[in-house]
């Protein structure tokens, strides 16, 4: 079984930015693409970004943090990253880390099968 966990969270001001990192452990899909997805005070699940499992240019976004945020994976470290630039009061969030057995990415929920625990980011305006 794959365990993933999510670090880099904080409080910050708006216009800072931070990045996140997750780790897989344990039964790692290799080729498994990978997704950040947020969780906001009183939201559902949103999808955020997206990494193919075959291709590190193959990536897609959310609407509402494209131009700000940028998804990256480095596989021999079984790690993915977030990087998230000129951040909002809305950015705040628990950020979650998924992936799934197969190398598409998908910014559906259903698709991935397994999620990390998830890190807190608060934006203060």
């Known amino acids: 079984q794959v365990q993933l966990l999510e670090s880099g969270g904080g409080l910050v001001q708006a216009g800072d930015s931070l990045r996140l990192s997750c780790t897989a452990s344990g039964r790692t899909y290799r080729n498994g693409a990978m997704a950040w997805f947020r969780q906001g005070p009183g939201k559902g699940r949103e999808f955020v970004a997206a990494i193919s499992g075959s291709s590190l240019a193959d990536t897609s976004y959310g609407d509402s943090v494209k131009g700000r945020f940028t998804v990256s994976r480095d596989n021999a470290k079984n790690t993915l990253y977030l990087e998230m630039n000129n951040l909002k009061s809305e950015d705040t969030a628990i950020y979650y880390c998924?992936?799934?057995?197969?190398?598409?990415?998908?910014?559906?929920?259903?698709?991935?099968?397994?999620w990390g625990p998830g890190t807190q980011v608060t934006v203060s305006s």
């Open positions: 998924a992936i799934r057995s197969g190398p598409l990415r998908s910014s559906s929920i259903g698709a991935y099968n397994a």
